[in-house]
């Protein structure tokens, strides 16, 4: 086995591989840029070697810096994770050249399958189902505008080299067509190195499944089983789960059987994914179409891990040494079900704009098989799993993939692996940027989800006029008012043993009038009871002042409750929501009626930058007239192109940025007339 083996990547998928590694008793090397420095990976790694500027153009991406490495610390093999160079030929190329060996597919099926204009060509050669569409070379917006025409609305335009959601655009009509097919060019260029696009038939209500392929250098290839990866936004995966609950077990035979033959028709060993895209419309199950296939590790491998029981990072380190695989296709099972979700830094509550910044507090739930859940007040879930690569104190750059974690819960049943994922969520402390965990948490909750009704359409369908929480029922308001009225209590009890706040013989305030959701509920607190407008609350809960996660137990349910000090009460946030609680001393809650409400300034005047990023290009120039909707300024962050558009009809006065400059959030790009 090798005895030294270099991660030429970063983040989660870096700690990921070193785990296993050192499992194994391998020795691990981290390489690593400026940003990551004091990163997670790097002090988990034997040695580290730092590469370059913090732009992954300058330091990940540059081959020859990665072989060099190797060379300086003896590393035989590299495992390039996801993303960077995982999937350029030239880098596995160089690496054999050097006598490096690549943990991962031979250079062929790379080639063949890393353009999807090909692999589409050798797919349907080997009897793979494909999907209606045009696979040549498209020469301007006007050939892609008769192609789509001659397709049929609606059409999905791609990047040739596209993947990870970039690259991507669904048109409805010709307008489509021509506002996207550049944007797409640009997006495969920069991202990618490679303008080529392709058009296909958009499948309606389609559901995006995946295989996960497993194959060594003996001609040994197996299937393990499906995913199901159909929530996505802006066709970027958000949750992942196995088995599917669409997939019958005549289908996974289908459909495993057919990725096997593909896999094989390029000769393909390692770790791969086959994404195939399928028609939720057809009840049969035989309306499946292959999407393209990923020649690496992909992100959601630990929901496959966790229902097989296969670790996919060992088995790629095994067959890339040249070891046969262990099992047959008959060892593969079906044990219970798991559910990823992705923890991004983005703010939901402001259309899922991308949020940069420091993690001034970053504590994830913890496992119940493997620690008490004593710590920081949690308490442990059994069948958690977090893979992440940051830390408390640290920052999450515009430089790099916006995801922070990946929360994978294991349960028997779907929905027991649901319910484990919302009370996960609950005791997932982030604090110092925005992120989606109110978002996922609300998608486990919604009852679509539950049904197993999914599309890729699911996010645009349920939340067309963007995300404001979940929705909370009655039971969980009073719920929540009883835990604020508790801690109210415990506050002022608080305050009048410190000298100078209130007098030691006076007792703290127990009857409080608490306003959350438009609803007041009269909560009073002593010694024995807690009761909500004079209900008893069997509330069992733990809390000193300055807890951030308070865990209560209220008759059966256990509640996750992240809690912040407010000017006139709490912030709370738990299954997905927050809620601005306000409490008074009920003697004083008459108050509160004459309370002045500050209302907010009118900003719809400003085109501003809804998040730190490069200003791509600037559509209008000063005393031009535009109308709702019409697009102003192309926005990149995070490796993604953002349209912004006017709200209202205006003329553009005074403009305040040029193409090509780099904008803080809230900057004021141009004003409306």
Same mark, same amino acid.
């Given at each position: ?27 691990? +090397? ?78 062929? %099926? ?20 494909? #999907? ?30 596209? /993947? ?50 497993? @194959? ?44 096997? %033959?593909? %896999? ?6 390692? %770790?791969?994914? #086959?994404?195939?895209?399928?028609? &939720? ?22 929901? *496959? ?30 044990? &219970? ?28 739930? #913890?496992? @119940?098989? *493997? ?12 069948? +958690? ?71 890729? @359409? ?7 006029? @963007? ?69 008893? +609350? ?21 509640? /996750? ?89 205006? *003329? ?22």
């Amino acid at each position: 086995m090798f005895k030294k083996i270099l991660i030429a990547n970063r983040g989660e998928i870096a700690c990921r591989v070193i785990k296993t590694a050192r499992r194994m008793g391998i020795a691990t +090397v981290a390489v690593y840029s400026d940003a990551d420095a004091r990163a997670p990976f790097v002090q988990m790694a034997d040695e580290a070697v730092h590469i370059g500027p913090s732009p992954a153009a300058q330091s990940y991406l540059i081959a020859d810096k990665i072989i060099e490495a190797c060379k300086a610390t003896g590393a035989e093999a590299v495992h390039p994770g996801y993303g960077f160079l995982s999937e350029r030929t030239s880098f596995a190329e160089a690496l054999a050249k050097e006598n490096i060996a690549f943990i991962g597919p031979p250079v062929g %099926a790379i080639a063949a399958m890393g353009d999807k204009i090909e692999s589409k060509k050798l797919a349907k050669a080997a009897g793979v189902n494909v #999907v209606p569409g045009f696979v040549g070379e498209i020469e301007d917006t006007d050939h892609a505008v008769r192609i789509s025409e001659e397709i049929g609305y609606p059409v999905m335009m791609k990047a040739s080299a596209g /993947g990870g959601g970039k690259g991507m655009r669904l048109a409805y009509n010709e307008q489509d067509v021509r506002e996207g097919f550049p944007a797409v060019k640009r997006e495969g260029l920069n991202s990618f190195g490679d303008d080529r696009v392709f058009i296909e038939k958009f499948i309606l209500n389609p559901r995006h499944i995946e295989i996960q392929i497993l @194959g060594d250098k003996h001609g040994n290839i197996l299937y393990l089983n499906e995913r199901e990866c159909s929530i996505q936004r802006r066709h970027q995966k958000v949750v992942e789960e196995a088995p599917s609950p669409f997939v019958s077990p005549a289908m996974r035979k289908a459909m495993g059987e057919q990725c096997v %033959a593909l %896999a094989r028709a390029v000769g393909y060993y390692s %770790a791969g994914t #086959v994404e195939l895209i399928v028609s &939720g419309a057809d009840k049969s199950g035989e309306s499946f179409y292959f999407l393209e296939m990923n020649t690496r590790l992909q992100v959601e491998h630990p929901v *496959t891990e966790a229902i097989t029981g296969i670790d996919l990072v060992e088995q790629m380190i095994r067959v890339a040494y040249g070891e046969k695989l262990a099992m047959t296709q008959e060892d593969v099972k079906i044990d &219970g079900w798991a559910i990823e979700n992705r923890v991004y830094a983005e703010d939901p509550y402001r259309g899922f704009l991308p949020s940069t910044g420091r993690l001034t507090r970053y504590r994830p739930p #913890v496992d @119940g098989w *493997t620690d008490d859940g004593a710590e920081n007040g949690r308490r442990g879930i059994d069948g +958690v799993r977090v893979d992440d690569g940051v830390y408390e104190g640290g920052e999450v750059s515009m430089f790099y993939d916006p995801m922070i974690a990946k929360l994978v819960t294991w349960g028997e049943t779907r929905n027991e692996a649901a319910d484990k994922q919302i009370a996960a969520l609950d005791q997932f402390e982030i604090e110092g940027l925005g992120h989606n965990i109110d978002f996922v948490s609300a998608i486990m909750q919604h009852p679509r989800f539950r049904s197993g009704e999914l599309t890729t @359409g699911f996010i645009a369908e349920e939340y067309p006029e @963007g995300f404001h929480g979940a929705a909370t029922d009655a039971q969980t308001l009073a719920h929540i008012a009883a835990v604020s009225g508790f801690v109210a209590t415990a506050r002022a009890d608080r305050a009048r043993q410190v000298d100078g706040q209130l007098a030691a013989n006076l007792a703290p305030p127990s009857e409080w009038s608490v306003k959350l959701a438009g609803e007041t509920f009269a909560v009073s607190v002593d010694a024995d009871s807690v009761r909500v407008n004079g209900a008893q +609350v069997d509330l069992a809960m733990e809390y000193t002042p300055g807890d951030h996660l308070i865990v209560a137990e209220i008759g059966e349910e256990v509640l /996750g409750l992240k809690i912040e000090i407010t000017r006139t009460g709490l912030k709370v946030t738990t299954r997905g929501a927050i809620h601005k609680v306000d409490i008074l001393p009920a003697h004083v809650a008459a108050l509160a009626d004459h309370m002045i409400e500050k209302i907010p300034p009118d900003l719809s005047k400003f085109l501003i930058c809804p998040m730190p990023g490069l200003l791509v290009s600037l559509n209008v120039k000063e005393g031009d007239k535009v109308e709702a909707g019409q697009p102003l300024a192309v926005v990149e962050a995070m490796k993604m192109e953002n349209i912004l558009r006017a709200e209202k009809s205006a *003329t553009i006065g005074k403009i305040n940025a040029k193409p090509g400059e780099s904008l803080p959030v809230d900057y004021i790009i141009l004003e409306l007339e």
